[in-house]
């Protein structure tokens, strides 16, 4: 199935401005087992004006399909520095996902390793989340969220972390088996803690 992905992601920190990220590319579901899909973004706040977002190639990888409780999946999409002085990174994570009814349930433990001459260490420990309520097919409605909890091996001090929930809309025309569109809304994604980064959240697979 050959699909094309519109998404809006929307951030504020309080007394804060707004920050917002419209997505848009082709996704490819190559084989039933490997999702791949290209995304190009713009960033845009009233404080720093519009901006080119980095582009996005993400892959999923489905090793198991219903023979367990749950399904596990692989998400690896590279990370491209956003400036001359940034370092490129590539992103593991390990994806389970399970659904009751018609309720999608995601979690994912993402791994971040920058390569490069401003490589940074140690390897960020992140974590999106996402539920997902499947009432048609051109309407699912849920929430997501995310955050950094720190360096994997020592995580910071709770009050340095960040963690990001929010409303989510989801939906799919024509209905699935048909080349078509896909389009994800996020109208609100807030930080619960003062000192919670805005920054874009890694999209659970």
Same mark, same amino acid.
């Given at each position: 199935?050959?699909?094309? $992905?519109?998404?809006?992601?929307? #951030?504020?920190?309080?007394?804060?401005?707004?920050?917002?990220? %419209?997505?848009? !590319?082709?996704?490819? /579901?190559?084989?039933?087992?490997?999702?791949?899909?290209?995304?190009?973004?713009?960033?845009?706040?009233?404080?720093? =004006?519009? !901006?080119?977002?980095?582009?996005?190639?993400?892959?999923?990888?489905?090793?198991?399909? &219903?023979?367990?409780?749950?399904?596990?999946?692989?998400?690896?999409?590279?990370?491209?520095?956003?400036? @001359?002085?940034?370092? $490129? #990174?590539?992103?593991?994570?390990?994806?389970?996902?399970?659904?009751?009814?018609?309720?999608?349930?995601? *979690? /994912?433990?993402?791994?971040? +390793?920058?390569?490069? @001459?401003?490589?940074?260490?140690?390897?960020?420990?992140?974590?999106?989340?996402?539920?997902?309520?499947?009432?048609?097919?051109?309407?699912?409605?849920? #929430?997501?969220?995310? =955050?950094?909890? !720190?360096?994997?091996?020592?995580?910071? *001090?709770? $009050?340095?972390?960040?963690? +990001?929930? !929010?409303? *989510?809309?989801? &939906?799919?025309?024509?209905? $699935?088996?048909?080349?078509?569109?896909?389009?994800?809304?996020?109208? +609100?994604?807030?930080?619960? +803690? %003062?000192?919670?980064?805005?920054?874009?959240?890694?999209?659970?697979?």
């Amino acid at each position: 199935m050959r699909s094309v $992905d519109f998404r809006y992601g929307d #951030a504020r920190q309080p007394g804060e401005p707004a920050t917002r990220w %419209p997505e848009a !590319g082709p996704g490819w /579901n190559v084989d039933g087992r490997w999702y791949t899909e290209g995304l190009a973004s713009c960033i845009t706040s009233s404080e720093h =004006g519009r !901006g080119p977002g980095t582009p996005n190639w993400q892959n999923d990888l489905l090793p198991t399909q &219903g023979q367990c409780p749950f399904d596990l999946a692989l998400h690896t999409p590279p990370v491209k520095a956003k400036s @001359a002085w940034g370092a $490129d #990174a590539v992103e593991f994570a390990a994806v389970f996902q399970t659904e009751i009814d018609r309720t999608q349930r995601n *979690a /994912n433990l993402i791994f971040e +390793r920058s390569f490069g @001459a401003n490589a940074t260490e140690p390897t960020p420990l992140k974590y999106p989340w996402q539920l997902r309520q499947r009432w048609r097919p051109w309407l699912h409605f849920g #929430a997501q969220g995310c =955050g950094e909890l !720190g360096p994997r091996e020592h995580w910071s *001090a709770r $009050d340095s972390q960040s963690h +990001r929930p !929010g409303t *989510a809309l989801f &939906g799919t025309l024509p209905p $699935d088996g048909q080349a078509g569109s896909r389009w994800v809304g996020k109208p +609100r994604t807030a930080s619960v +803690r %003062p000192m919670g980064s805005t920054a874009k959240c890694s999209r659970p697979a």
